[in-house]
Protein backbone atom coordinates (compact mmCIF):
# COMPACT_ATOMS: atom_id res chain seq x y z
CA UNK A 1 0.00 0.00 0.00
CA UNK A 2 0.97 4.00 -0.44
CA UNK A 3 0.19 5.89 2.39
CA UNK A 4 -0.31 9.77 1.32
CA UNK A 5 0.80 12.30 3.83
CA UNK A 6 1.02 16.15 3.46
CA UNK A 7 1.93 18.69 5.64
CA UNK A 8 -0.49 21.08 7.36
CA UNK A 9 -0.25 23.98 4.54
CA UNK A 10 -2.31 22.00 2.54
CA UNK A 11 -5.47 23.58 3.67
CA UNK A 12 -7.40 20.53 2.84
CA UNK A 13 -10.17 20.67 4.91
CA UNK A 14 -11.47 17.07 7.52
CA UNK A 15 -14.15 15.75 5.08
CA UNK A 16 -11.41 16.33 2.23
CA UNK A 17 -8.48 14.38 4.48
CA UNK A 18 -11.11 11.70 5.61
CA UNK A 19 -12.58 10.98 1.80
CA UNK A 20 -8.99 10.32 0.46
CA UNK A 21 -7.71 8.97 3.53
CA UNK A 22 -4.64 11.40 3.79
CA UNK A 23 -2.17 11.61 7.29
CA UNK A 24 -1.21 15.11 8.12
CA UNK A 25 1.94 16.78 9.76
CA UNK A 26 1.47 20.53 11.16
CA UNK A 27 3.97 22.89 10.97
CA UNK A 28 4.47 24.47 14.27
CA UNK A 29 3.16 28.36 15.14
CA UNK A 30 4.83 30.55 17.78
CA UNK A 31 2.44 32.97 19.77
CA UNK A 32 5.03 34.40 21.60
CA UNK A 33 6.07 31.71 24.93
CA UNK A 34 3.48 29.98 23.29
CA UNK A 35 3.89 26.81 20.63
CA UNK A 36 0.99 25.38 19.09
CA UNK A 37 0.71 22.61 15.62
CA UNK A 38 -0.86 23.47 13.10
CA UNK A 39 -5.10 23.25 13.54
CA UNK A 40 -4.35 21.95 17.09
CA UNK A 41 -5.36 24.02 19.93
CA UNK A 42 -5.09 27.53 17.63
CA UNK A 43 -7.67 28.86 16.03
CA UNK A 44 -6.70 31.45 12.35
CA UNK A 45 -8.86 34.07 14.36
CA UNK A 46 -7.07 33.55 17.78
CA UNK A 47 -3.43 33.83 15.51
CA UNK A 48 -4.91 37.01 13.98
CA UNK A 49 -6.44 38.56 17.41
CA UNK A 50 -2.40 37.66 19.07
CA UNK A 51 -0.98 39.34 16.00
CA UNK A 52 -2.65 42.73 16.25
CA UNK A 53 -2.42 43.10 19.81
CA UNK A 54 1.59 42.63 19.50
CA UNK A 55 1.66 43.93 16.56
CA UNK A 56 3.35 41.10 14.78
CA UNK A 57 3.44 37.87 13.04
CA UNK A 58 3.93 34.85 14.79
CA UNK A 59 6.80 32.89 13.66
CA UNK A 60 5.54 29.11 11.77
CA UNK A 61 8.30 26.35 11.70
CA UNK A 62 8.49 23.39 9.97
CA UNK A 63 7.55 20.03 12.14
CA UNK A 64 10.45 18.48 14.57
CA UNK A 65 12.21 15.66 13.38
CA UNK A 66 11.17 13.59 16.16
CA UNK A 67 6.94 14.26 15.54
CA UNK A 68 7.37 13.32 11.56
CA UNK A 69 9.30 9.86 12.21
CA UNK A 70 6.46 9.13 15.12
CA UNK A 71 3.88 9.94 11.99
CA UNK A 72 5.99 8.10 9.33
CA UNK A 73 7.00 4.71 11.77
CA UNK A 74 3.51 2.36 11.70
CA UNK A 75 3.42 2.49 8.02
CA UNK A 76 6.87 2.20 7.16
CA UNK A 77 6.85 -1.20 10.30
CA UNK A 78 3.78 -1.94 8.11
CA UNK A 79 5.44 -2.68 5.02
CA UNK A 80 3.65 0.47 3.41
CA UNK A 81 5.07 2.91 0.96
CA UNK A 82 4.98 6.71 1.81
CA UNK A 83 4.32 9.22 -0.66
CA UNK A 84 4.92 13.07 1.35
CA UNK A 85 4.12 16.60 0.15
CA UNK A 86 5.80 19.81 1.84
CA UNK A 87 4.94 23.30 1.17
CA UNK A 88 7.77 24.74 -1.49
CA UNK A 89 11.24 24.32 -0.19
CA UNK A 90 11.62 28.27 -0.48
CA UNK A 91 9.15 28.39 2.19
CA UNK A 92 9.93 25.77 4.73
CA UNK A 93 12.61 23.22 5.66
CA UNK A 94 9.52 20.85 5.70
CA UNK A 95 10.53 18.64 2.74
CA UNK A 96 14.08 18.17 4.39
CA UNK A 97 12.85 17.08 7.73
CA UNK A 98 10.80 14.21 5.63
CA UNK A 99 13.64 13.39 4.14
CA UNK A 100 15.80 13.20 7.03
CA UNK A 101 12.74 11.07 8.77
CA UNK A 102 12.80 8.44 5.94
CA UNK A 103 16.72 8.23 6.86
CA UNK A 104 16.47 7.55 10.23
CA UNK A 105 13.83 5.41 9.63
CA UNK A 106 16.14 3.53 7.21
CA UNK A 107 13.19 3.55 4.54
CA UNK A 108 14.96 5.71 2.33
CA UNK A 109 13.09 3.47 -0.75
CA UNK A 110 9.78 3.48 0.91
CA UNK A 111 9.56 6.90 1.19
CA UNK A 112 9.36 9.72 -1.47
CA UNK A 113 9.20 13.13 -0.72
CA UNK A 114 7.31 15.62 -3.16
CA UNK A 115 8.07 19.49 -2.87
CA UNK A 116 5.70 20.47 -4.28
CA UNK A 117 6.99 23.80 -5.05
CA UNK A 118 3.62 25.52 -3.66
CA UNK A 119 1.17 26.07 -0.77
CA UNK A 120 -2.18 26.15 0.62
CA UNK A 121 -4.40 24.14 -1.88
CA UNK A 122 -2.03 24.40 -4.61
CA UNK A 123 -0.60 21.75 -2.36
CA UNK A 124 -3.96 20.04 -2.02
CA UNK A 125 -4.68 19.56 -6.05
CA UNK A 126 -1.66 17.24 -5.97
CA UNK A 127 -2.52 15.68 -2.82
CA UNK A 128 -5.66 14.35 -4.04
CA UNK A 129 -4.68 13.47 -6.92
CA UNK A 130 -1.90 11.34 -5.86
CA UNK A 131 -4.62 9.85 -3.40
CA UNK A 132 -6.45 8.83 -6.13
CA UNK A 133 -3.55 7.48 -7.74
CA UNK A 134 -2.17 5.21 -4.61
CA UNK A 135 -6.49 3.75 -4.78
CA UNK A 136 -5.76 2.55 -8.27
CA UNK A 137 -2.48 0.77 -7.04
CA UNK A 138 0.31 2.74 -8.26
CA UNK A 139 3.68 2.53 -6.31
CA UNK A 140 5.21 5.51 -5.01
CA UNK A 141 7.85 5.56 -7.21
CA UNK A 142 5.20 6.24 -10.02
CA UNK A 143 3.19 8.36 -7.80
CA UNK A 144 5.87 10.59 -7.43
CA UNK A 145 7.46 10.86 -10.56
CA UNK A 146 3.61 11.63 -12.02
CA UNK A 147 3.55 14.73 -9.08
CA UNK A 148 6.94 16.17 -10.81
CA UNK A 149 5.00 16.32 -13.87
CA UNK A 150 2.16 17.70 -12.13
CA UNK A 151 3.66 20.86 -10.33
CA UNK A 152 4.11 23.22 -13.64
CA UNK A 153 0.01 22.82 -14.10
CA UNK A 154 -1.11 23.95 -10.82
CA UNK A 155 -2.46 27.51 -10.90
CA UNK A 156 -2.21 28.85 -7.59
CA UNK A 157 -2.74 32.45 -6.74
CA UNK A 158 -4.98 34.54 -4.36
CA UNK A 159 -5.75 38.37 -3.39
CA UNK A 160 -5.10 39.72 -0.40
CA UNK A 161 -7.62 42.18 1.94
CA UNK A 162 -4.69 43.96 4.15
CA UNK A 163 -1.01 44.29 3.20
CA UNK A 164 -0.17 44.31 6.90
CA UNK A 165 0.51 40.46 7.57
CA UNK A 166 3.31 40.07 4.91
CA UNK A 167 5.09 43.82 5.87
CA UNK A 168 5.09 41.99 9.49
CA UNK A 169 6.49 38.55 7.77
CA UNK A 170 8.74 40.54 5.73
CA UNK A 171 6.91 39.98 2.91
CA UNK A 172 6.49 43.41 1.74
CA UNK A 173 7.98 46.68 2.25
CA UNK A 174 6.40 49.19 5.03
CA UNK A 175 6.15 51.70 1.98
CA UNK A 176 3.96 49.14 0.23
CA UNK A 177 1.93 48.25 3.35
CA UNK A 178 1.10 51.90 3.61
CA UNK A 179 0.95 52.98 0.47
CA UNK A 180 -1.59 49.40 0.41
CA UNK A 181 -4.04 50.79 2.70
CA UNK A 182 -3.40 54.16 1.88
CA UNK A 183 -4.66 53.49 -1.53
CA UNK A 184 -6.85 50.27 -0.81
CA UNK A 185 -4.54 48.55 -2.84
CA UNK A 186 -5.21 44.53 -3.06
CA UNK A 187 -2.21 42.74 -4.92
CA UNK A 188 -2.78 39.23 -6.71
CA UNK A 189 -0.27 37.12 -5.07
CA UNK A 190 0.85 34.14 -7.49
CA UNK A 191 3.37 31.07 -6.54
CA UNK A 192 5.89 30.85 -9.48
CA UNK A 193 8.33 28.48 -9.24
CA UNK A 194 8.18 27.54 -5.49
CA UNK A 195 7.72 31.65 -4.56
CA UNK A 196 5.32 34.04 -4.14
CA UNK A 197 5.15 37.29 -7.06
CA UNK A 198 3.21 39.95 -6.47
CA UNK A 199 0.80 40.53 -9.77
CA UNK A 200 -2.07 43.07 -10.69
CA UNK A 201 -2.96 45.32 -7.59
CA UNK A 202 -6.56 46.30 -7.98
CA UNK A 203 -8.24 48.73 -5.51
CA UNK A 204 -11.56 49.18 -3.67
CA UNK A 205 -14.03 47.20 -1.67
CA UNK A 206 -12.89 43.69 -1.08
CA UNK A 207 -16.20 41.98 -2.86
CA UNK A 208 -15.47 44.35 -5.72
CA UNK A 209 -12.05 43.44 -5.81
CA UNK A 210 -12.21 39.34 -5.27
CA UNK A 211 -15.05 39.25 -7.84
CA UNK A 212 -12.36 41.25 -10.15
CA UNK A 213 -9.71 38.66 -9.81
CA UNK A 214 -11.68 35.54 -10.52
CA UNK A 215 -13.56 37.43 -13.49
CA UNK A 216 -9.31 38.08 -14.62
CA UNK A 217 -8.69 33.72 -14.39
CA UNK A 218 -11.03 33.36 -16.67
CA UNK A 219 -9.00 32.45 -19.36
CA UNK A 220 -7.26 30.37 -17.69
CA UNK A 221 -10.07 29.04 -15.80
CA UNK A 222 -11.50 27.65 -19.17
CA UNK A 223 -8.99 25.63 -20.33
CA UNK A 224 -8.10 24.05 -16.81
CA UNK A 225 -8.86 20.32 -16.05
CA UNK A 226 -12.39 20.05 -15.25
CA UNK A 227 -12.20 17.83 -12.00
CA UNK A 228 -12.25 19.86 -9.81
CA UNK A 229 -11.51 23.63 -8.25
CA UNK A 230 -10.85 25.30 -4.81
CA UNK A 231 -11.76 28.23 -3.26
CA UNK A 232 -9.64 29.02 -0.26
CA UNK A 233 -10.07 32.06 2.19
CA UNK A 234 -8.49 33.14 5.13
CA UNK A 235 -12.20 34.16 6.85
CA UNK A 236 -13.69 35.88 3.84
CA UNK A 237 -17.34 36.49 4.46
CA UNK A 238 -20.21 34.03 2.94
CA UNK A 239 -21.32 36.90 0.65
CA UNK A 240 -18.28 36.72 -1.12
CA UNK A 241 -17.21 33.67 -0.91
CA UNK A 242 -20.95 32.51 -2.13
CA UNK A 243 -20.62 34.97 -4.46
CA UNK A 244 -17.23 33.37 -5.77
CA UNK A 245 -19.14 29.79 -6.00
CA UNK A 246 -22.03 31.43 -7.99
CA UNK A 247 -19.52 32.61 -10.63
CA UNK A 248 -17.19 29.48 -11.23
CA UNK A 249 -20.62 27.27 -11.07
CA UNK A 250 -22.08 29.93 -13.88
CA UNK A 251 -18.99 28.52 -16.21
CA UNK A 252 -19.69 25.87 -16.33
CA UNK A 253 -16.60 23.61 -16.13
CA UNK A 254 -15.54 21.84 -13.14
CA UNK A 255 -17.04 18.41 -11.66
CA UNK A 256 -16.45 20.31 -8.15
CA UNK A 257 -16.06 23.42 -6.56
CA UNK A 258 -14.28 22.77 -3.14
CA UNK A 259 -13.95 25.56 -0.66
CA UNK A 260 -11.48 25.58 2.60
CA UNK A 261 -10.61 27.82 5.15
CA UNK A 262 -6.64 28.31 5.20
CA UNK A 263 -5.10 26.65 8.54
CA UNK A 264 -2.77 28.49 11.08
CA UNK A 265 0.47 28.92 9.05
CA UNK A 266 -1.08 30.24 5.93
CA UNK A 267 -3.32 32.48 7.60
CA UNK A 268 -0.82 33.49 9.69
CA UNK A 269 1.09 35.27 6.57
CA UNK A 270 -2.08 36.43 4.57
CA UNK A 271 -3.78 37.91 6.93
CA UNK A 272 -7.31 37.85 7.32
CA UNK A 273 -9.79 38.32 4.13
CA UNK A 274 -7.50 36.39 1.52
CA UNK A 275 -9.02 34.43 -1.40
CA UNK A 276 -7.63 32.18 -3.65
CA UNK A 277 -8.79 30.07 -6.83
CA UNK A 278 -6.54 27.14 -7.13
CA UNK A 279 -7.00 24.44 -10.30
CA UNK A 280 -4.94 21.89 -12.32
CA UNK A 281 -4.75 22.81 -16.20
Not at 63 to 76: A, C, G, M, V
Request: contains cysteine; glycine residues 8%.
Amino acid sequence: MVKIIADSTCDLSKPLLEKYDIAVLPLHILLGEDEYEDGIGVTPDEIYKWSDANKTTPKTSAPSLERTIELFRPYIERGDEIVCFSISSDMSTCANVMQLAAEELEADDRVFVVDSANLSTGIGLMVIEAALMAKEGKTGAEISRAMEELKPRVRASFVVDTLVYLYRGGRCSGLAAMAGGALKLHPKISVENGKMAAGKKYRGKMSNVVMGYVKDLEADLKRARTDRVFITHSGCSEEIVQAVHEYLEQLGIFSEILVTRAGGVISSHCGPGTLGVLFLV
